[in-house]
């Protein structure tokens, strides 16, 4: 699961395809995050700390693959 190839929202959907793969085949024993109050909760603390480190200008840009890279950083960020 790669976000950094995550372009439209065609990429954004096969991309959480294959998150939800990821999670049933490897179950929430590999993930940080494997429960969905822990998974959300890490998703807005990185969102939380991506507005606060980013740019000025960027703060209010969202793309897919911003979207692909908080998915993928709420499966561990505490």
């Not at 890490?42 to 969202?62: C, I, K, M, N």
Request: net charge negative.
């Amino acid at each position: 699961m790669d976000p950094s190839n995550v372009e439209t929202r065609d990429d954004f959907a096969r991309y959480l395809s294959a998150v939800l793969a990821d999670f049933r085949s490897t179950g929430a024993a590999d993930w940080e995050n494997g429960t969905l109050d822990r998974f959300l909760d890490g998703l807005s603390a990185y969102a939380d700390a991506r507005v606060a480190e980013a740019p000025d200008l960027e703060r209010d840009q969202a793309s897919w693959r911003l979207f692909a890279a908080m998915v993928q950083a709420a499966t561990g960020y505490e």
